[in-house]
């Protein structure tokens, strides 16, 4: 293999355990219309859909806040999660559309 591909390579790793480090990141969720909760328009790919953890694994989210107030409390946020599982979700981010 070529030497520089090779260090390609090292950094593309090393960049992505950087990423997981961060979670996901959408953005400011408080910057779209309906605040924490979810709508079709702001939330396109995931409506009406019930299996979050799908795209949205348990381990990268809740990471940061992002408000920019700091005040999030998140270790209650993910520990509620942890906890609750997939009931805990609509409590802060509505149904998403999702039919009972
Ligand atoms: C098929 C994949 C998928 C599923 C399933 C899914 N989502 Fe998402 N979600 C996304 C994507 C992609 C985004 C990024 C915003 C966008 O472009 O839609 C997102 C964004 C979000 C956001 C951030 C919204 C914002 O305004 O920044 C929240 C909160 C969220 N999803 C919660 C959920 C919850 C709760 C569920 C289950 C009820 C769920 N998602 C199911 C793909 C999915
Ligand atoms: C106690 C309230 C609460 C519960 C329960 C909750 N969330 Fe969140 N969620 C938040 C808050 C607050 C944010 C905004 C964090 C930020 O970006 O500052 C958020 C952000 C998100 C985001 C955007 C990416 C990120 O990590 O910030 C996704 C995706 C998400 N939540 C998915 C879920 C899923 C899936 C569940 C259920 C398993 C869930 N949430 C349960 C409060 C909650």
């Known amino acids: 293999m070529k030497k520089s591909l090779l260090i390609a390579l090292i950094f593309l790793l090393l960049g992505c355990v950087g990423g997981d480090d961060e979670g996901q990141n959408f953005g400011n969720i408080f910057e779209g219309t309906d605040g924490l909760m979810l709508n079709q328009e702001e939330h396109p790919d ?11 694994p348990i381990n990268e989210i809740h990471r940061e806040d992002r408000t920019g107030t700091g005040v999030l409390p998140l ?13 805990s979700c609509p409590i802060c981010h509505g149904d998403n559309g999702v039919m009972e």
């Open 75 to 87: 270790e209650d946020i993910q520990e509620f999660v942890e906890q609750e599982g997939l009931d």
């Open 46 to 56: 995931g409506w009406g859909r019930s299996e979050c953890f799908a795209c949205h």
